[in-house]
């Protein structure tokens, strides 16, 4: 009881938090996307991919939630993308407090979107509204079928799935169909980009899905300001 009393207060407040992040990229315009899965199923490699295509359209920015080191922060630099990175320690997911600290470094007069690489964790930061507009879960196929349903939660409060490394199906037994109609089941309103960021396979689809999503989304933003 003492434990759900606890837990409902913390996702108030970053509830709370959220809001007051969302509303602050209202007044700019912009919105943020919030990227998450488990770790290591690809969610810089699909920045990079999505950034080299776009950056020359939009211009973005990019906060990077890890509990230690700043390597993603520093691949997206490479790319001459601002990046921001979010050490959060022993910290499993970015909470709306944290992104707060890292909106105010960042220019946000001069963006059309912020993105958030959330902490590789399958769980937690699902829970935790960050202020965004969009929620993509990156999913490395090879890690079987059935998870989405062991694990539903990311998978039903996202609206996107990129089934990531299908390049590497044919080396197990999972299938991609079995794979896309559980996370319909637990998510029937998901958009599935199956992917290989490895190849470049289905990349392009993704990418014109990405770019279009941000375009509308900014330009409501837009029209309501
Ligand atoms: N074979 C294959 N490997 C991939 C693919 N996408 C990413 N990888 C590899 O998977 C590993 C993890 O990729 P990242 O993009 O760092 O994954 P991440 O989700 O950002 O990882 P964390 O931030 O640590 O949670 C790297 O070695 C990538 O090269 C893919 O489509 N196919
Ligand atoms: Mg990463």
């Given at each position: 009881m003492?434990?759900?009393?606890?837990?409902?207060?913390i996702l108030k407040k970053n509830d709370e938090a959220a809001l007051e992040n969302r509303a602050l990229l209202d007044r700019y315009g912009i919105p943020a996307v919030n990227f998450?899965?488990?770790?290591g199923a690809g969610k810089t490699s699909v920045l990079e991919h999505s950034l080299r295509s776009l950056k020359n359209e939009l211009r973005f920015a990019?906060?990077?939630?890890?509990?230690?080191?700043?390597?993603?922060?520093?691949?997206i630099q490479a790319l001459g993308v601002p990046s921001y990175q979010v050490t959060t320690g022993t910290c499993c997911h970015l909470d709306a407090k944290m992104v707060?600290?890292?909106l105010a470094q960042l220019q946000l007069e001069e963006l059309d979107a912020v993105l958030i690489e959330n902490v590789g964790n399958l769980m937690c930061p699902a829970e935790f509204n960050l202020g965004e507009q969009l929620r993509v879960m990156v999913y490395s196929c090879v890690e079987g079928a059935e998870k989405p349903k062991k694990y539903p939660v990311?998978?039903?409060?996202?609206?996107?799935?990129?089934?990531?490394?299908?390049?590497?199906?044919?080396?197990?037994?999972?299938?991609l169909e079995e794979l896309k109609r559980s996370v319909l089941e637990v998510n029937p309103t998901a958009v599935l980009f199956p992917l290989s960021c490895r190849t470049g396979e289905g990349v392009?689809?993704?990418v014109d899905w990405f770019r279009?999503?941000?375009?509308?989304m900014r330009?409501?933003?837009?029209?309501?300001?």
């Open positions: 003492r434990r759900i009393v606890i837990e409902t207060k998450m899965s488990a770790p990019v906060i990077e939630g890890d509990p230690a080191t700043s390597f993603d922060a520093e691949r707060a600290r890292a990311m998978f039903r409060t996202t609206h996107a799935v990129i089934l990531n490394k299908i390049d590497l199906l044919p080396y197990t037994d999972v299938s392009a689809e993704w279009d999503a941000i375009v509308s330009t409501r933003v837009a029209v309501c300001a």
